[in-house]
């Protein structure tokens, strides 16, 4: 069983920046993917980042260039930094947890979920 706890959200001003933190429990947190997602009032759950057990990345492409996901298995964690923020970035980010280690978009490859943060950007 793995447990995922995310922390960092808040409010913050468009053109701003976040660092998301989350959490995992579990011996082998090296060998998951690890993945953002977010979801926004009213709309279905997006991806938006993914690293790979090796440390291979993939980005949404609203996302790309503006967010970075990295992760510490030291810490048994993972981080998305979120620079240039913007009011359509306004969601609940999820993190979650893949036991296939490959990157991937699809929320069907993550077995565990955060319970989420809330991350407003007000124009």
């Known amino acids: 069983q793995v447990q995922l706890v995310e922390s960092g959200g808040g409010l913050v001003q468009a053109g701003g920046s976040l660092r998301l933190s989350c959490a995992a429990s579990?011996?082998?947190?090296?060998?998951?993917?690890m993945g953002w997602f977010r979801q926004a009032p009213g709309k279905e759950r997006e991806f938006v980042a993914t690293?790979?057990?090796?440390?291979?990345?993939t980005y949404a492409d609203s996302t790309k260039g503006r967010f970075t996901i990295s992760r510490d298995n030291a810490k048994n964690a993972v981080y998305l930094q979120m620079n240039t923020l913007k009011p359509e970035d306004t969601a609940v980010y999820y993190c979650?947890?893949?036991?296939?280690?490959?990157?991937?978009?699809?929320?069907?490859?993550?077995?565990?979920w955060g319970q989420g943060t809330q991350v407003t950007v007000s124009s």
């Open positions: 690293i790979s057990w090796s440390g291979s990345t």
């Open positions: 979650a947890a893949s036991l296939y280690g490959r990157v991937s978009r699809l929320e069907e490859e993550y077995a565990y």
């Open positions: 579990g011996r082998t947190f090296g060998s998951y993917a």
